[in-house]
């Protein structure tokens, strides 16, 4: 199977989303925000896409597996970086989503090298969610129609850290019962 597929493209796409949301970012104005909003979402559609499409055509490879999680990384934790000296959210809070992202990537590669494979849990996906779900007001940031955009992406984030959290740790019981 190649590695040249749709899904493996989306992913790429993804990664190289990055690079230009940081240029987007750069100047928060009003338009600015709404269109790294857009941006961001668009692009986060293609993670749902590529998964969909490895599985419905039979195009897994071993790079997607790679390149999926890789993408959606890079993806949102440039986002909740770029958000940081905007004064939109909390250096700390990001430090700590960081910080679990690095803890449980590792913990699933040491797995992987003891033969053990620690799948994505669906708390995981829960909390990946919530990440997107959380970035996209909090790009908007600003109040349009009488909605404070800022504050639902505030709570937003409250209930992606909670998820990052219990995600992490329930990642690392999976371990502790595995090996």
């Not at 937003?156 to 995600?167: E, K, N, P, Q």
Request: aromatic residues 8%; contains cysteine; hydrophobic residues 55%.
């Amino acid at each position: 199977m190649s590695n040249f597929n749709i899904p493996n493209s989306l992913s790429m796409i993804r990664i190289g989303a990055a690079p230009v949301l940081v240029l987007m970012l750069l100047s928060p104005d009003e338009t600015m925000s709404v269109a790294s909003a857009i941006v961001f979402s668009a692009v986060c559609v293609t993670d749902w896409l590529d998964g969909y499409l490895a599985r419905r055509r039979g195009a897994i490879t071993p790079l997607g597996k790679f390149l999926d999680p890789l993408a959606d990384k890079i993806l949102i934790t440039t986002a909740l970086i770029m958000l940081i000296p905007l004064g939109r959210v909390p250096a700390w809070l990001i430090a700590l989503m960081i910080g679990r992202e690095i803890s449980v990537t590792g913990l699933r590669a040491i797995a992987s090298d003891m033969g053990v494979v620690i799948a994505a849990s669906r708390l995981g996906k829960y909390k990946t969610a919530a990440q997107i779900a959380a970035i996209v007001p909090l790009m908007i940031h600003y109040p349009f129609f009488g909605f404070d955009f800022h504050l639902a992406g505030s709570v937003l984030l409250i209930v992606a850290l909670g998820l990052a959290i219990w995600s992490g740790v329930d990642y690392f019981i999976a371990f502790l019962r595995r090996c």
